[in-house]
């Protein structure tokens, strides 16, 4: 399996733009999560997804994020209007619910908001 | 939230046996102890986890106080590729409700 994947790799853009962040998560695995990484606040869980449904957006920062998982093999993150407080590394990752306890990470989507 | 406490740093010398501690004073019964790993800015990585047993598999060792309040991850031979930060995270079964939160963690620095 190719792992988890997400796209862009990075995005730089301005103050004010929508920004989209994909994620494919590995076959087979029914929970989906978002996380975004900074220096000042860490890894923090954004929202999280099982067989599609979000269970529980209690970390999402603010109406302007927003996540949907139309079906098991594509997830998005989507931040509109985009903030330079936005800026950090968004990661996706997934899971099988029996309890092996590996969660997949994708390799991440660096965004710069000027 | 975070439901454990890590030291912020801990330095470690090439060869030698990195004990990274990790409190969870408030684990339930049904949570499991994991640990993971995030070398520089690439994606947390699985290491190992448990309930009450001490687990050993090929990159460390896990080893849960009897009264499960605290732990150790045990890296044997501590290698330069080894220093990144290091998260230990409580967390009970999925379908439950449970999530991963990753708190601060360790940052691990292998010294030649």
């Known amino acids: 399996d190719a792992g988890v994947i997400q796209s862009p790799r990075h995005e730089v853009t301005e103050m004010g733009q929508e920004v989209t962040l994909r994620c494919k998560p590995i076959?087979?695995?029914?929970?989906l999560f978002w996380y975004r990484q900074t220096m000042m606040r860490g890894l923090e869980l954004l929202i999280y997804?099982?067989?599609?449904?979000?269970?529980?957006d209690s970390g999402m920062p603010e109406d302007r994020f927003s996540a949907k998982m139309p079906n098991a093999s594509f997830s998005t993150l989507k931040i509109q209007p985009s903030e330079p407080r936005d800026s950090a590394v968004y990661f996706c990752?997934?899971?099988?619910?029996?309890?092996?306890?590996?969660?997949?990470f994708g390799e991440g989507s660096r965004l710069t908001v000027l | 939230d975070a439901k454990t406490t890590q030291p912020p740093s801990m330095d470690c010398a090439e060869g030698r046996a990195a004990n990274l501690p990790c409190n969870h004073s408030?684990?339930?019964?049904?949570?499991?102890v994991y640990w993971y790993r995030q070398i520089h800015s690439q994606g947390p990585q699985y290491i190992i986890h448990g309930l009450k047993n001490n687990e050993t598999n090929e990159m460390a060792s896990l080893i849960i106080t009897e009264d499960r309040k605290s732990s150790t991850l045990i890296l044997p031979h501590a290698t330069l590729r080894d220093t990144a930060v290091y998260y230990c995270?409580?967390?009970?079964?999925?379908?439950?409700?449970?999530?991963?939160?990753f708190g601060t963690g360790t940052s691990l620095t292998v010294i030649p």
């Open positions: 408030t684990i339930s019964g049904n949570e499991y």
């Open positions: 995270i409580v967390r009970g079964p999925l379908n439950t409700g449970n999530q991963f939160y």
């Open positions: 997804f099982n067989n599609n449904v979000p269970i529980d």
């Open positions: 990752a997934s899971i099988t619910p029996d309890n092996t306890g590996e969660l997949f």
């Open positions: 076959s087979g695995h029914d929970y």
